[in-house]
T-cell receptor, first 116, second 110 residues
Framework: DAGVIQSPRHEVTEMGQEVTLRCKPI?????LFWYRQTMMRGLELLIY????????DSGMPEDRFSAKMPNASFSTLKIQPSEPRDSAVYFC??????????????FGDGTRLSIL | DAKTTQPPSMDCAEGRAANLPCNHS???????VYWYRQIHSQGPQYIIH???NNETNEMASLIITEDRKSSTLILPHATLRDTAVYYC???????????FGAGTQVVVTP
């Protein structure tokens, strides 16, 4: 039973370069979330999608960040241009709806991003 | 969403039960209590959640007080692999918006 799959696991790039992080949610899940984790700020929600539609992107730090979900099995988080302060671990999570109760989010193993 | 208060750290001996407390004194009637943990270098892992009743699954038990102002996560027989940061989160939205705090760093020792 495949979980949430993120790629790459590690990314090291120079300041100013475009960075694209990828996520494949669990099949059948209709919610997808992007989080960022840093030592200073902990785990923060950046954006989430429902049925491939972005619902709330209030956590996206700047216009340099963008996220897309072209279909139910794939999402990207792009940073252009990247800056050293974007260095963090980025997590993708997915969940399914249930009319009777909240459903837990399932997280990928994250992408560790270093901007030099 | 109601905020939670957890101790920053706690130690537990391998094989013993680990009891992790969480205060959520401002919780509302429709808010769930969720527990996640994060093992070093991995993504957060769902453990258990509950509304009013105590819950048990293959990983842990969740005890919620009658007034719902606090809860305890119980790991019945801690192993070294249970060393992780444990997060107690109160969730309102139907889609389960998670606001992670600092959590409790649990260290299981031999």
């Amino acid at each position: 039973d495949a979980g949430v799959i993120q790629s790459p696991r590690h990314e090291v790039t120079e300041m100013g370069q475009e960075v694209t992080l990828r996520c494949k949610p669990i099949s059948g899940h209709d919610y997808l979330f992007w989080y960022r984790q840093t030592m200073m700020r902990g785990l923060e929600l950046l954006i989430y999608f429902n049925n491939n539609v972005p619902i709330d992107d209030s956590g996206m730090p700047e216009d340099r960040f963008s996220a897309k979900m072209p279909n139910a099995s794939f999402s990207t988080l792009k940073i252009q241009p990247s800056e050293p302060r974007d260095s963090a671990v980025y997590f993708c999570a997915s969940s399914s709806t249930d009319s009777y109760s909240n459903q837990p989010q399932h997280f990928g193993d994250g992408t560790r991003l270093s901007i030099l | 969403d109601a905020k939670t208060t957890q101790p920053p750290s706690m130690d537990c001996a391998e094989g013993r039960a680990a009891n992790l407390p969480c205060n959520h004194s401002t919780i509302s009637g429709n808010e769930y209590v969720y527990w996640y943990r994060q093992i070093h270098s991995q993504g957060p892992q769902y453990i258990i959640h509950g509304l009013k009743n105590n819950e048990t699954n293959e990983m842990a038990s969740l005890i919620i007080t009658e007034d719902r102002k606090s809860s305890t996560l119980i790991l019945p027989h801690a192993t070294l692999r249970d060393t992780a940061v444990y997060y107690c989160i109160v969730v309102t939205d139907s889609w389960g918006k998670l606001q992670f705090g600092a959590g409790t760093q649990v260290v299981v020792t031999p």
